[in-house]
C-alpha cells in the first residue's frame, strides 16, 4: 500500500508542472480606427518642397501659398504658419580684418496659408543670394475638429 500510494505521489508531482503552466497569450489586434491622422503629410512652396532655388524664382514664389497633401495627393487647408526670414549681409571684421557674414533673423506668424503682401513686397526688394526662408509650425485642419502639424519648409536662395 505505501508502495502504491509512493508511486502516486511521485507520478503527481512529475506531472504537476506541466498543468501548472500559463498558456500563451496571442497579441490583441489593433481595433480599427476609422478618423486616424493621414499617414505622410509633405508641405510645398508652389511646386517645391524644402530646397535650394535660384532667386527669380523665388521672387515668383512670394506671392504663392503653402499647400499641404497627404500619401493619397489629397490637399488640406493651411490655417497659419510661423515664417523666419534668414538675412546674409556680409561685413569685414574689425579685430581679425576678414570679411565674414551677418545674420539678421526677421519673421511674423500668418494666420492664412500664403505671406501678406506687405511681406511678399519687403521681401520681393530685399532678397538676396544666400537668404534663408523658413516655414515652420504649419497647421492644417484635417477634419471638423482636428487639427495637425505638417512638416517644415526650408527654402535657400542661390
Do not use: C
Not at 489629397?74 to 576678414?98: C, M, W
Request: net charge positive; charged share 25%; hydrophobic share 40%.
Amino acid at each position: 500500500m505505501q508502495k502504491h500510494l509512493l508511486l502516486s505521489f511521485l507520478f503527481a508531482a512529475a506531472v504537476s508542472p506541466a498543468f501548472a503552466q500559463s498558456p500563451k497569450k496571442t497579441a490583441a489586434k489593433p481595433a480599427v480606427v476609422t478618423n486616424k491622422r493621414p499617414m505622410k503629410l509633405r508641405s510645398s512652396w508652389g511646386i517645391y518642397l524644402s530646397d535650394t532655388l535660384p532667386k527669380n524664382e523665388v521672387i515668383k514664389l512670394l506671392d504663392s501659398a503653402l499647400i499641404v497633401r497627404d500619401e493619397k495627393n489629397i490637399k488640406y487647408p493651411v490655417l497659419s504658419f510661423a515664417f523666419t526670414y534668414e538675412r546674409h549681409e556680409p561685413y569685414l571684421n574689425d579685430t581679425t580684418g576678414q570679411p565674414a557674414l551677418y545674420k539678421d533673423f526677421t519673421g511674423d506668424n500668418f494666420k492664412a496659408a500664403a505671406l501678406s503682401p506687405v511681406w511678399s513686397k519687403g521681401l520681393k526688394e530685399s532678397l538676396q543670394t544666400g537668404d534663408v526662408l523658413y516655414f515652420d509650425e504649419i497647421i492644417i485642419k484635417y477634419a471638423e475638429e482636428k487639427f495637425y502639424k505638417a512638416p517644415s519648409l526650408k527654402i535657400s536662395v542661390k
